[in-house]
Nanobody, 118 residues
């Protein structure tokens, strides 16, 4: 029903920047809470940033001050601006959408690789 497509990943040098985008299909984007997760090899998937349907953003301590999450409801797109990237930021980044209407609906994108060279 809901499809999430990430884009913007790639290879960047330490200290550089990348901007990730997640475009959502369907008609319910404006009532979904959105998040960006990442998973590095051998590690658990972790929440990087989230933004509620009302626009309240939350940033993980590990990336606070460097990453910014935003959403454009008109474009049904959520963004993750990543600045001052470090090698430890290397991971597959996943877009997530959650609805809590008549139960919990949880959607995931396929992920986009971010590699930061040292």
């Amino acid at each position: 029903q809901v499809q999430l497509v990430e884009s913007g990943g790639g290879l960047v040098q330490a200290g550089g920047s990348l901007s990730l985008s997640c475009a959502a299909s369907g008609s319910a984007f404006m009532i979904m809470d959105m998040g960006w997760y990442r998973q590095a090899p051998g590690k658990q998937r972790e929440l990087v940033a989230s933004i509620t349907r009302g626009g309240t953003a939350n940033i993980a301590d590990s990336v606070k001050g460097r990453f910014t999450i935003s959403r454009d409801n008109a474009k049904a797109t959520v963004y993750l601006q990543m600045n001052s990237l470090q090698p430890e930021d290397t991971a597959v980044y996943y877009c997530n959408a959650v609805r809590r209407v008549g139960g919990t609906y949880d959607y995931w994108g396929q992920g986009t690789q971010v590699t930061v060279s040292s």
